[in-house]
């Protein structure tokens, strides 16, 4: 398949890059980074600019298209609403039209965080109510493809895996600060239900196989507080859990609220796709395994000066 993925220097976007072009023909487009990089063609486009979606269509002639672009950083968001807005909602508008104008098929990647969080355990039945200027706009963003594209999937993830930077996912800040003999906090009154990135990906990719289409949760069926997630990821690195500090999120300064129990179920995909989702220590394992690889290194020797 020829698969276009947007945000290709991001998160979810590179190692779903690197996943896929094994076995697929991969453009990913970047924006401010540059790649450096044989595994696939990569693609520099301010996605906001007047044309740039068609002419990325145009150019790359895509059968599937994963949008992982956008404003994903929730103090970002908060800052700066209006860009938010744009990235967010107005960005999957206008890709889901003209990706569906070209025959292709779409996976819009949304968020967990549509939820309050106020009680956990959430469906794809449950009314989202957004508490933040990201959680609001990511909402808006999956109406308004669903609107334009009642076909496309749209995939509400949480993932954490090793990125470009070294330091954009929760599992490389417990690992960074931990590896290094640091104390960071860790909170105990946050739950969610993270995919590695990577299994996120071939998760993704089976979705398209299996002529998916609507709105599915793609997380793990473990839930757990960040703290604990962080406890299990020393544990598995062999660092010292004992210099994560229990603490409130209450107390971290943080401007944009956050969901506290984001718990979902995964159930309505696992029937789907007749399997259940990965368990946190599968994807635990082959974090590892990356790193004992080289991966993290790998990454950042992707990122052009
Ligand atoms: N991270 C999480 O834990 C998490 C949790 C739930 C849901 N999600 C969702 O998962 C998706 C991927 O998140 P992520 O964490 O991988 O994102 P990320 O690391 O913040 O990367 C964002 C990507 O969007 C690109 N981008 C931003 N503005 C752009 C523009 N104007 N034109 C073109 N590209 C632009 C960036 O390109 P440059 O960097 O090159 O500028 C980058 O590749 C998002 O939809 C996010 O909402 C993330």
């Known amino acids: 398949m020829r698969i276009l993925i947007t945000g290709a220097s991001g998160l979810l976007g590179l190692n779903l890059a690197l996943e896929t072009t094994r076995r697929h023909t991969v453009f990913g487009t970047v924006n401010h980074h540059s790649l450096k990089t044989d ?140 590896s290094q003999g640091k104390q960071v906090m860790g909170f105990t009154d946050v739950y969610f239900c993270p995919l590695l990135a990577n299994q996120l990906a071939n ?39 004992g210099l994560i500090i229990p603490t409130s999120v209450l107390r971290a300064g943080l401007k944009a609220v956050r969901s506290p129990i984001l718990t979902l179920r995964s159930d309505k995909l696992a029937s789907a796709l007749g399997e259940t989702l990965p368990s946190l220590s599968t994807g635990l394992d082959r974090l590892y395994t990356l790193y004992q690889q080289g991966y993290p290194h790998m990454l950042q020797e992707m990122r052009r000066s």
Request: proline residues 4%; contains cysteine; glycine residues 6%.
């Open 39 to 178: 595994a696939f063609r990569v693609i520099q486009t301010n996605l906001l600019a007047p044309g740039a979606v068609e002419r990325l269509l145009d150019d790359t002639h895509p059968e599937w298209v994963i949008h992982c672009a956008a404003l994903a950083n929730l103090e970002a968001c908060e800052a700066d609403p209006l860009l938010a807005q744009q990235l967010n909602t107005d960005l999957p508008r206008i890709l889901a039209k003209h990706v569906a104008r070209s025959g292709a098929r779409l996976v819009h990647v949304s968020t967990d965080a549509v939820f309050d969080g106020l009680h956990g355990d959430y469906s794809e039945e449950d009314i989202p109510t957004p508490v933040c200027v990201y959680s609001r706009t990511k909402l808006e963003g999956e109406r308004a493809v669903i609107e334009v594209d009642p076909t496309a999937i749209i995939a509400r993830v949480v993932f954490y895996g090793w990125s470009l930077n070294g330091n954009r996912s929760l599992a490389e800040f417990f690992f960074n600060n931990l």
């Open 203 to 241: 998760i993704l990719i089976l979705m398209l196989e299996k002529k998916l289409s609507g709105l599915y949760h793609v997380v793990s069926p473990e839930a757990l507080s960040k703290y604990d997630f962080g406890v299990r990821l020393a544990q598995r690195f062999n660092l010292d859990a």
